[in-house]
Nanobody
Framework: QVNLVESGGGLAQPGGSLRLSCTAS????????MGWYQQAPGKQCKLLVT???????NYADSAPGRFTISRDTAKNTVYLQMNNLEPEDTAVYYC????????WGRGTQVAVSS
């Protein structure tokens, strides 16, 4: 069983930055494609960006250019760097394997407000 844990969210001011982290037990994340998902209030959850086993990345058309996915294999962690935050980035962010659909973690809440 794979357990995903997201962290790093919080309250940020417009223009600020946050780095979200995704860790897992039961899986070595760099052996799989991993994605970050965004669920904004009242909206469907959507895949923003994927990082593949070879390190290549794919950003959805809707993904802000201000977001960057990366990973640290030693820490078994996938990151989402979010810069120049805007109020519309307010959402719960989840990570998951876009092919295997592991059990969802609790996500990490990001609120952008002045």
């Amino acid at each position: 069983q794979v357990n995903l844990v997201e962290s790093g969210g919080g309250l940020a001011q417009p223009g600020g930055s946050l780095r979200l982290s995704c860790t897992a037990s039961g899986a070595i994340l760099h052996n799989y494609a991993m994605g970050w998902y965004q669920q904004a209030p009242g909206k469907q959850c959507k895949l923003l960006v994927t990082i593949y086993t070879d390190g290549t990345t794919n950003y959805a058309d809707s993904a802000p250019g201000r977001f960057t996915i990366s990973r640290d294999t030693a820490k078994n962690t996938v990151y989402l760097q979010m810069n120049n935050l805007e109020p519309e980035d307010t959402a719960v962010y989840y990570c998951n394997n876009p092919h295997l659909w592991w059990s969802w973690g609790r996500g990490t809440q990001v609120a952008v407000s002045s």
